[in-house]
């Protein structure tokens, strides 16, 4: 970790160049804040210039002659009642505007790193985990544009600050010396103050996305956790991070603590020294009690300016930590290109792989040379030991993820040269693990298909090939039944059928199921791929299995080994000749038989 000698001008030019963009992205809203600042600033200012004219043309004049004309008492007023309005309406045009700057700059950066989210392929995020994800979109946004709050303030009281100083030094040179001097011990103090409380909130900003990380897996794994009756380990594993987290906001508040009373006091102190000589003087001759009260009014004000500027600097940590983090997102490699090809667009797809490999890690191949092709309309199971690549392998055929090395064709098409859009219009994949929104059925199953404008006829009938019209139909409200975050409210069976009919609504080319029945009965299943068969005459279907019952619907087997093509034929063929595939698709056969065997075996000898 640098130093924090290196550290504070580091993040002082980092957060002036975030400052810089937000600036550039929002002139004319930035131009706004600072002329309203700028308005209440000068007011701020003449306010003094007012209390001194009423003190020296209306006060005074009266307790010296025990009374006061009608004329001045009312210019007077109005003087002072009109610098009033001006300040309300800059302070008014400056929080108003500063707030819509900040909160577009946070909409905007939001955007950015969503659809950069969508960008990334999906390898990229296998190497993220969710919970950091969560944090650069939520609470690094904020921190990053937190100074645009303060900012329009600090930068109209700067005219202030000039404003003022003029006064005071048009009133009584003498007198503005002596108060200047505390902005040399001003400067010191807030340069201290910021090397020592950068490193401290930069800490504390990191720490908030640890903590997000840890909440996020620990609620969204929370079935392990209370099946394993882990709950009082991952609550102690929270409180370790949320403690330190704690104990870096302690130390953030305990030298803002020590710092803000001084900063505070300094003001003051120049107030005293300017009154002190001040009386002098005024003894003296040498300045009038309106110029005295003027200036000792000015000085009072230069603590708010101060302050205003102290806030955007306690901010800048945050902003770079905030910003930093963003832009690792923005500036993250490994975008899926595209080219401009087009699909056929008609009937079902023809599939060919060649020599496909791929590995989530250089030294760990998933699958090697992966070679087969599958003809329009057919429907192939991928079949093989967990591990073999089947899952990764469906990924690639609906190009999630790109290969190391061969080519993935549909139509005879490489995939990576196909326009954006045409893959995703062409095939549809239903995972292993099956997700719904919380949304009614009817918004899980016509998601992205123009919602609303898919008739429920095409709806029903998808439910239909996939199983789950009657417990649809059964629902409390039909397709208007909400379904409950990740479907909370449906079995495992359901949700299956409800993702399959999701596909199907669509009338995709190429169909892949991955293991997506594994959750239904047997029966279910068969009725499921029969339809398929029969009712899905524009689709290719490749199935991933595991029953026997179902690889044998199968117009063809492709048998994976160690991320390679062992064998591939029909059903019948490798249950002859693959001694690997007949022991994986006949192991639970054998087991009930063995079972069966060894309770034979026990009443004989009973």
């Known amino acids: 970790m640098p130093s924090e000698r290196d550290h504070s001008p580091t993040v002082m030019r980092q957060g002036l160049r975030v400052i810089g963009h937000a600036v550039r992205s929002e002139p004319r809203i930035f131009?706004?804040?600072?002329?309203?600042?700028?308005?209440?600033?000068i007011m701020t200012v003449g306010s003094s210039w007012a209390l001194g004219w009423a003190t020296e043309n209306a006060v005074l004049p009266a307790f010296r002659a025990g009374h006061a004309t009608t004329g001045t008492l009312m210019t007077a007023a109005l003087l002072i009642v009109g610098v009033a309005v001006l300040k309300a309406a800059g302070v008014i045009g400056r929080r108003v505007l500063a707030g819509i700057m900040q909160?577009?700059?946070?909409?905007?950066?939001?955007?950015?790193?969503?659809?950069?989210?969508?960008?990334?392929?999906?390898?990229?995020?296998?190497?993220?985990?969710?919970?950091?994800?969560?944090?650069?979109?939520?609470?690094?946004?904020?921190?990053?544009?937190?100074?645009?709050?303060?900012?329009?303030?600090?930068?109209?009281?700067?005219?202030?600050?000039?404003?003022?100083?003029?006064?005071?030094?048009?009133?009584?040179?003498?007198?503005?010396?002596?108060?200047?001097?505390?902005?040399?011990?001003?400067a010191v103090l807030n340069l201290v103050y910021q090397r020592r409380l950068s490193p401290l909130v930069m800490k504390a900003q990191q720490l908030r996305a640890e903590v997000s990380e840890i909440a996020h897996e620990s609620f969204d794994g929370a079935l392990v956790v209370k099946t394993l009756g882990r709950e009082d380990t991952e609550a102690a594993r929270f409180q370790a991070k949320a403690d330190t987290l704690r104990d870096a906001n302690i130390a953030v508040g305990r030298i803002r603590g020590m710092f803000d009373p001084l900063l505070e006091a300094l003001p003051t102190l120049g107030?005293?020294?300017?009154?002190?000589?001040?009386?002098?003087?005024?003894?003296?001759?040498?300045?009038?009690?309106?110029?005295?009260?003027?200036?000792?009014?000015?000085?009072?004000?230069?603590?708010?300016?101060?302050?205003?500027?102290?806030?955007?600097?306690?901010?800048?940590?945050?902003?770079?930590?905030?910003?930093?983090?963003?832009?690792?997102?923005?500036?993250?490699?490994?975008?899926?290109?595209?080219?401009?090809?087009?699909?056929?667009?008609?009937?079902?797809?023809?599939?060919?792989?060649r020599g496909v490999s791929f590995g989530y890690l250089p030294e760990a191949?998933?699958?090697?040379?992966?070679?087969?092709?599958?003809?329009?309309?057919?429907?192939?199971?991928?079949?093989?030991?967990?591990?073999?690549?089947?899952s990764t392998l469906t990924q690639l055929l609906v190009r999630l993820v790109d290969p190391d090395g061969g080519q993935v064709l549909l139509d005879g098409v490489d995939l990576?040269?196909?326009?954006?859009?045409?893959?995703?219009?062409?095939?549809?994949?239903?995972?292993?693990?099956?997700?719904?929104?919380?949304?009614?059925?009817?918004?899980?199953?016509?998601?992205?298909?123009?919602?609303?404008?898919?008739?429920?006829?095409?709806?029903?009938a998808a439910l239909r090939l996939a199983q789950a019209e009657g417990f649809v139909s059964a629902l409390p409200k039909g397709l208007d039944t909400r379904v409950g975050e990740r479907g909370a409210t449906l079995s495992g069976g359901q949700r299956q059928r409800l993702a399959l009919a999701r596909a199907l609504v669509r009338t995709p080319r190429l169909l892949i199921l991955d293991d997506a029945t594994?959750?239904?009965?047997?029966?279910?299943?068969?009725?499921?791929?029969?339809?398929?068969?029969?009712?899905?005459?524009?689709?290719?279907?490749?199935?991933?299995?595991?029953?026997?019952?179902?690889?044998?619907?199968?117009?063809?087997?492709?048998?994976?080994?160690?991320?390679?093509?062992?064998?591939?034929?029909?059903?019948?063929?490798?249950?002859t000749r693959c001694e690997g595939y007949r022991n994986l698709v006949t192991a639970y056969e054998r087991e009930e038989a063995e079972r069966a065997a060894l309770g034979a075996d026990e009443e004989i000898s009973a």
């Open 31 to 41: 131009t706004g804040a600072v002329l309203s600042s700028a308005v209440y600033g």
């Open 103 to 186: 909160y577009r700059m946070q909409a905007r950066s939001r955007r950015d790193v969503t659809r950069q989210y969508l960008r990334l392929p999906l390898a990229w995020h296998h190497r993220h985990p969710t919970g950091q994800l969560l944090s650069n979109a939520s609470s690094d946004t904020e921190a990053a544009w937190a100074p645009l709050a303060p900012l329009p303030m600090a930068v109209g009281v700067v005219v202030m600050l000039v404003t003022a100083a003029v006064a005071i030094l048009l009133v009584d040179p003498v007198l503005a010396l002596v108060g200047f001097l505390i902005f040399p011990a001003i």
């Open 271 to 353: 107030v005293l020294a300017v009154l002190l000589f001040g009386s002098v003087r005024l003894a003296g001759g040498d300045v009038s009690s309106g110029e005295l009260i003027q200036v000792s009014y000015l000085f009072t004000l230069l603590a708010f300016p101060i302050r205003a500027l102290g806030w955007v600097l306690a901010e800048l940590p945050r902003s770079v930590v905030g910003w930093t983090r963003v832009q690792d997102v923005l500036n993250a490699s490994g975008s899926m290109e595209f080219g401009a090809a087009r699909l056929a667009g008609q009937g079902p797809a023809r599939l060919e792989v």
């Open 365 to 390: 191949s998933v699958l090697s040379g992966v070679d087969f092709e599958v003809r329009p309309g057919r429907t192939v199971a991928l079949v093989g030991p967990t591990g073999s690549g089947k």
């Open 416 to 460: 990576r040269e196909v326009a954006r859009g045409e893959v995703s219009d062409a095939a549809a994949l239903v995972p292993q693990q099956t997700f719904l929104f919380d949304d009614t059925v009817r918004g899980n199953l016509t998601l992205g298909t123009g919602g609303e404008g898919v008739p429920d006829e095409k709806v029903w």
């Open 518 to 575: 594994s959750s239904v009965d047997a029966q279910v299943e068969s009725r499921i791929l029969f339809g398929l068969r029969d009712g899905s005459p524009d689709s290719t279907v490749i199935v991933v299995a595991y029953r026997m019952a179902t690889i044998a619907l199968a117009d063809e087997v492709v048998y994976l080994e160690q991320g390679r093509v062992a064998d591939r034929g029909t059903h019948d063929e490798l249950l």
